[in-house]
T-cell receptor
């Protein structure tokens, strides 16, 4: 049972344009959501997060939007740069006794063309 | 520099052999985790440990074992009972407020291939 889903395996964007990566979840107990970025043969690195009490969080070129009623979140990258090309994982945490046990989506490969 | 070190980066194993993947962190984090990544799938939790001398099974613990004798170290043994061990293994750690945020710090991973 996939509790966190990223339905788009890949996304291709032109440099300077907006990249929008989507993520859906099914578990109502999730209360904290994160995005990680991963380059080949490396570990993921934390990018941005959002608590369930918010609907938007911004950090430079990266903005995460959360729609709790739809159980959907998205990551916007504006403007996109070739260095953003990587795999992006959406992750969720149920907090409380889950103690940092993240549930990850399948990942979306983002390619930004110069 | 503070960080998480995994070794070896690449490992080949014959069927029926046990192998141990090393994970060391100098971030003074209480919690440590092992995840497995397969193509087209997200990271899946194998084992995690909140404190020394204690660890819990994750979602796919069968065929794996761990120990947490020191705060800095969380080795993972892939046993011969693991039916499909070829994968990319990631170790992570988190600070004591991990319960609130879930922000983990990952090592660079170990790729295990069974011949």
């Amino acid at each position: 049972d996939q509790q966190v889903k990223q339905n788009s395996p890949s996304l291709s964007v032109q440099e300077g344009r907006i990249s929008i990566l989507n993520c859906d979840y099914t578990n109502s107990m999730f209360d904290y959501f994160l995005w990680y970025k991963k380059y080949p043969a490396e570990g993921p690195t934390f990018l941005i997060s959002i608590s369930s009490i918010k609907d938007k969080n911004e950090d430079g070129r990266f903005t995460v939007f959360l729609n709790k009623s739809a159980k959907h979140l998205s990551l916007h990258i504006v403007p996109s740069q070739p260095g953003d090309s990587a795999v992006y994982f959406c992750a969720a945490n149920a907090g409380g006794t889950s103690y940092g046990k993240l549930t990850f989506g399948q990942g979306t490969i983002l390619t930004v063309h110069p | 520099d503070g960080g998480i070190t995994q070794s070896p980066k690449y490992l080949f194993r014959k069927e029926g052999q046990n192998v141990t993947l090393s994970c060391e962190q100098n971030l003074n984090h209480d919690a440590m985790y092992w995840y497995r990544q397969d193509p087209g799938q997200g990271l899946r939790l194998i084992y995690y440990s909140q404190i020394v001398n204690d660890f819990q099974k994750g979602d796919i613990a069968e065929g794996y074992s761990v120990s947490r004798e020191k705060k800095e170290s969380f080795p993972l043994t892939v046993t011969s009972a693991q039916k499909n061990p070829t994968a990319f293994y990631l170790c992570a750690s988190g600070p004591s407020d991990i319960v609130l945020t879930g922000e983990l710090f990952f090592g660079e991973g170990s790729r295990l291939t069974v011949l």
